[in-house]
């Protein structure tokens, strides 16, 4: 199965390079600097202080387990810890794996021991016989552990997406603007809308990013962030890939940069997108009639 898994994995257009990339990934420096979840957890938020009391269970029940965890059940918990603490995006994958492996060692808990041995209190009962938790026991301490997980999240507020409002977060208004006058050129797009303006002008534009950021690669993600926050050389940046078309947050900082450049203007608004478009001959009867809603 080993062997079968691993030929499997070499099936794909990249061939060996593709072992590559989970360290390429990893060590990605713009995906780091730019993008929330590659920050390191904020512990004045509530799934990192949930997150702690799951660690401190884990290493509570492998601490006071009558059978001690064997390499497995030590690195592995040890390895997705350290993944969760560095990034946002590991922490699920940090409380499925814990949450195994506490139940695992849970198993082999003795309540009254742990409460002698934490309390220095001496023990009126015979000592342990070596009698465990049975397999339907720990299911329920499982069970009870995830519960309490999901209602803690939950606790946090569910938030509910009414009807009207998705234009926040996504650029319809801006979409239908580029499809109904048939607007042609290279793209520009702020990197949070990409998923969208894919699903919504796909064939006709190709985006320049969206929120796949290591299929772009850190020199490229560079490039973008460069030009998003204005940072130094940022016009030139966005010659030398001949931009034409730029669809962005309507506060975003390098929109008036632009608009002040003399090279772009503003052809469409609402209340949270701007399509901006590159002072061409072909673009003037849109330009001389800008769209604001």
């Not at 957890?41 to 884990?58: C, K, Q, T, Y």
């Not at 399509?275 to 604001?292: G, M, S, T, W």
Request: aromatic letters at 10%; glycine letters at 6%; proline letters at 4%.
């Amino acid at each position: 199965v080993l062997l079968a898994t691993i030929a499997a994995t070499l099936l794909n257009p990249q061939g060996l390079r593709i072992l590559l990339y989970p360290f390429e990934t990893v060590a990605m420096e713009a995906s780091k600097g730019m993008i929330a979840e590659w920050h390191s957890p904020d512990f004045h938020e509530l799934l990192p202080r949930v997150s702690l009391v799951g660690i401190f269970a884990w290493f509570i029940a492998t601490a006071y387990a009558r059978r001690k965890p064997d390499l497995t059940e030590l690195m592995l918990p040890l390895l997705l810890i350290v993944a969760a603490l560095s990034a946002w995006r590991h922490l699920p994958l940090m409380a499925m794996v814990l949450l195994i492996f506490f139940c695992a060692m849970a198993r082999h808990v003795d309540p009254a021991t742990v409460l002698a041995r934490s309390f220095r209190w001496k023990r009126r009962t015979p000592s342990h016989t070596g009698k465990q938790v049975t397999r339907a026991q720990a299911g329920v301490v499982h069970l009870l552990a995830l519960a309490g997980m999901v209602l803690i999240a939950l606790a946090g507020g569910v938030k509910t997406q009414r009807e009207g409002e998705t234009s926040t977060y996504v650029a319809e208004g801006a979409a239908r603007y580029l499809l109904a006058n048939d607007i042609a050129g290279r793209l520009l797009n702020d990197y949070d809308l990409g998923g969208y303006l894919i699903y919504r002008l796909w064939p006709k534009h190709k985006v320049f990013i969206d929120g796949r950021a290591d299929l772009y690669g850190d020199a490229f993600l560079k490039a973008y962030f460069t030009v998003d926050k204005a940072g130094e050389g940022w016009e030139k940046t966005l010659d030398g890939y001949g931009i034409d078309i730029i669809v962005f947050a309507r506060n975003a900082p390098v929109v008036q940069l632009l608009i002040a450049s003399g090279k772009f203007r503003q052809a469409y608004a609402d209340a949270h997108h701007v399509v901006l478009l590159r002072e061409l001959p072909r673009f003037k009867a849109l330009l001389d009639h800008p769209v604001q809603r």
